[in-house]
């Protein structure tokens, strides 16, 4: 087979889970075009992605066959135009990613349209405003960006008036362009999950089973496991949510919805159209990773979302210099480094149950920084 007569796909957006993606296609023959705004490792063209007509421009000139956003920082105007032209697949769809990239609206048609509960939420645009929302909304809020680089970053918590202009300034500072910011109350929740859909073509769509995630007890890192253990009636809504929202968005690919769930209620809070970090378990826990999913998605195969073994990750925000071997003594456990990027590496583990391979991974990660989980 010559090199052209594969599909060529254009992956917009490098970093580490973008890499991942990239070598799951070639592993399933596809020709793959890295393309981001700096060069480096694994980037095959300097594109300025939020640049409508440069993009427009470097789309034309390499001939994709699909186009792939791994990245909400893209010109989706560019992505509409390629994806009219009838020549270019582009995988999600542009509005897919237009709603993923904008909380603001993704919000309201989760709401308004598809009638699926929220945390009761507000949008700000200055600090005037935010101190209109407490007045109506009372303390304590969530204050964080529109868009932001990994869980928790620029987001902050109201619990009195002082607190509205730091809140504001961090928030916008995370963001860097909105000039907004999102204000949520807190409600008690009994766990938070991220449930991937698989979407091969319109009649294709597999749930993968939910992984549960939080931050580590030092606020250091997140943990994430799976299956996260829910009953049978919180199962069936996590999945009813999640599938309508993915059909709302549009297209085929990899889908992460955020939900949180009280009492067998589940709520939205977020949704990405591509692999997001909450997904690294799968490396371990399913037959296909996310990865292998999202990748069997952008060209079209059957994909199965089969989990082989209960297991936990922990995501590590510090530098991987070396992987020790203390890291590597617990049974089943595995660590993968990343470089530079968010996150830097995860441990990972699996077990007979979810806990015993929380414990292993938080041991392997304990190995490398030094921080004993308490």
């Known amino acids: 087979m010559s090199a052209r007569s594969r599909t060529r796909v254009l992956l917009l957006g490098a970093g580490q889970l973008a890499a991942e993606q990239a070598v799951a296609l070639q592993r399933l023959g596809a ?3 890295v393309a981001e705004p700096a060069d480096g490792p694994g980037v095959d063209e300097v594109v300025p992605l939020t640049d409508t007509d440069a993009l427009s421009a470097a789309i034309s000139a390499l001939r994709p066959d699909v ?4 990245t909400e920082t ?25 709603l993923a990239g904008d909380r603001e609206e993704l919000r309201h048609l989760v709401a308004e349209e598809i009638g699926v509960p929220t945390v009761p939420f507000w949008f700000a645009g200055s600090p005037q405003e935010l101190a209109e929302v407490t007045e109506e909304a009372g303390y304590p809020l969530v204050v964080s960006p529109l868009a932001a680089g990994k ?5 902050s918590v109201l619990v009195r008036p002082d607190d509205i202009e730091p809140a504001w300034r961090r928030a916008i500072a995370a963001d860097g362009h909105s000039g907004r910011v999102l204000a949520e109350s807190v409600i008690q929740t009994d766990y938070e999950i991220t449930q991937l859909v698989v979407v091969t073509d319109e009649a294709d769509v597999q749930f993968c089973a939910p992984i549960g995630h939080r931050p580590t007890a030092d606020g250091r890192g997140v943990e994430c496991w799976q299956p996260q253990p829910m009953s049978t009636i919180a199962l069936d809504a996590v999945r009813s949510v999640a599938g309508r929202i993915v059909r709302a968005l549009g297209g085929r690919g990899l889908f992460a ?9 589940v709520y939205f809070r977020d949704a990405s159209v591509f692999p997001p970090e909450a997904g690294l378990v799968t490396l371990r826990t399913q037959r296909l990773s996310q990865f292998e999913l999202a990748a069997r998605a952008v060209l079209g195969l059957p994909a199965d979302t089969v989990l082989i073994s209960p297991g936990a ?3 590590l925000y510090t530098d991987v210099a070396a992987v020790p071997a203390a890291a590597l003594t617990e049974p089943e456990t595995d660590l993968r480094v990343f ?19 929380l414990a292993r991974a938080g041991q392997a990660a304990a190995a490398i920084t030094g921080v004993t989980q308490p």
């Open 313 to 315: 990750a922990r995501l």
């Open 74 to 98: 893209v010109a989706v105007e560019a992505l509409r135009l390629a994806g009219q032209s009838g020549a270019v697949q582009v995988v999600p769809s542009a509005r897919s990613v237009r």
């Open 339 to 357: 470089g530079p990027g968010c996150p830097s590496g995860v441990a990972l583990a699996t077990a007979g149950d979810v806990d015993v391979a």
């Open 67 to 70: 186009v792939v956003a791994a």
């Open 151 to 155: 869980p928790g970053d620029g987001q």
């Open 31 to 33: 020709q793959v075009v």
């Open 257 to 265: 919805i955020d939900l949180a769930v009280r009492d067998d209620e």
